[in-house]
Nanobody, 114 residues
Framework: VQLQASGGGLVQPGGSLRLSCTASGKIWRVNVMGWYRQIPEGQRELVATRTSGGTTNYADSVKGRFTISKDNAENTVHLQMDSLEPEDTAVYYC?????????WGQGTLVTVSS
């Protein structure tokens, strides 16, 4: 299984970015895809996840600002990030889990700064 993430970059406070992550390989039909983020010397924390059944989960800090969606046919998950704040600056990692397996994509840097 491979995860290919894209969409990071530099944005001003209040701006928007959209992250995408496409999974390829042998993937179990019942799975969870989502995004985590990590700041330097910090722990990796959950941002948002979505199950293959459509259940979503968001960190309190991003509720109302971020939206996770999934294209099941393409095994692609998107993270629409609006009203970005400097505190959202981090490396964002895509994650896929099913059965007892967990896969991570390469990180993509999101920088929110004026």
């Amino acid at each position: 299984v491979q995860l290919q993430a894209s969409g990071g970059g530099l944005v001003q406070p209040g701006g928007s970015l959209r992250l995408s992550c496409t999974a390829s390989g042998k993937i179990w039909r019942v799975n969870v895809m989502g995004w985590y983020r990590q700041i330097p010397e910090g722990q990796r924390e959950l941002v948002a996840t979505r199950t293959s059944g459509g259940t979503t989960n968001y960190a309190d800090s991003v509720k109302g600002r971020f939206t996770i969606s999934k294209d099941n046919a393409e095994n692609t998950v998107h993270l629409q990030m609006d009203s970005l704040e400097p505190e959202d600056t981090a490396v964002y990692y895509c994650r896929l889990s099913f059965l007892r397996y967990i896969f991570w994509g390469q990180g993509t840097l999101v920088t929110v700064s004026s």
